[in-house]
């Protein structure tokens, strides 16, 4: 047996033992080469429907599609071969009915791989959870501030400031833990709200913007690396890579004009039989 193929993928199982123990380390995850270097450090990666805004440009994840999902989702499976993939449920895809919900769901399950999907999950959608988890899909719910809500909230705001709002984000994180949801994200809540929310789940709390009171922990990537221009308070940022980039195409730019790239070094030439003296590899 190849020292390969004795790499086992963690299972959802190992997600929900980490509400006992060590923080769970999350990031978002859309393509193979990026899922292949962040694999070995990360408990979970997500297939997050931010894709829309830190790839494809739009302003917020309501235009995010199925076919999105599945291409990046794919693309993260065969990146990564030791965390737990989960990828996310696009707007309408699981809001009208439990059926419809279930067609997607598995959907995404047969044409990626994963282990998992997540539903930004409002009370309404413990039925769908409930429903998906019976049929044999894993659900991770999504409470606090649900980006795909933002129409209604009227931006990107932290959830929870008063009483009402507080009691809602409680309700949600109740309903998805009943509905049979392995663990769920919170996103932008105080502290002491994330805190009773995962003192009272017997499930993982995986928080973004949520306090280090959460059983883990989960950042968009290209936030934590510096890649993407808006970075909201609770973000830290690990690098700078939006100026690495920049640096890098710069210098391409200077050789590329003063005529000294390409060089001998990288360039073919035809040997003396007349074939391509092509590099090794
Ligand atoms: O889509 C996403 O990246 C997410 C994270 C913010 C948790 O849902």
Redesign the pocket.
């Known amino acids: 047996m190849s020292a390969q193929s004795q790499v086992r993928r963690k299972t959802v199982r190992d997600i929900i033992a980490a509400k006992q123990g060590e923080p769970l380390v999350?990031l978002?995850a859309y393509d193979a080469p990026t899922a292949a270097i962040m694999d070995p450090y990360c408990d979970l990666l997500?297939v997050?429907?931010?894709?829309g805004m830190v790839v494809h440009g739009l302003t917020s994840?309501v235009g995010v599609t199925m076919e999105m999902m599945i291409l990046h989702g794919q693309a993260v499976m065969r990146g990564s071969d030791r965390a737990f993939v989960v990828v996310?449920m696009p707007f309408g895809s699981y809001e009208t009915s439990a059926d419809q919900a279930f067609l997607n769901a598995s959907r995404i399950m047969k044409e990626t791989g994963c282990q998992a999907v997540?539903i930004?999950s409002g009370t309404y959608a413990a039925h769908q959870i409930e429903h998906l988890v019976e049929r044999g899909v894993p659900v991770m719910g999504?409470v606090g501030l649900r980006?795909q809500a933002i129409n209604v909230v009227g931006g990107f705001k932290a959830q929870g400031r008063d009483e009402a709002e507080r009691e809602r984000v409680m309700e949600e994180a109740r309903a998805a833990e009943e509905a049979g949801a392995f663990a769920i994200?919170i996103?932008g809540v105080a502290e002491d709200l994330a805190d009773e929310i995962t003192k009272t789940l017997s499930i993982p709390t995986?928080g973004?913007g949520a306090s280090a009171s959460c059983d883990g922990q989960?950042?968009?990537t290209q936030d934590m690396l510096g890649i993407f221009d808006w970075t909201p308070k609770f973000v830290r940022r690990y690098g700078d890579l939006q100026s690495e980039i920049a640096k890098s195409v710069e210098a391409y730019a200077r050789d590329v004009r003063a005529r000294t790239f390409p060089a001998e070094a990288e360039t073919y030439k035809l040997s003396g039989s007349g074939k391509a003296n092509l590099p090794k590899g």
């Open positions: 999350c978002t997500l997050g429907d931010s894709v994840t996310d997540k930004e999504h980006p994200v996103e995986i973004i989960i950042l968009v």
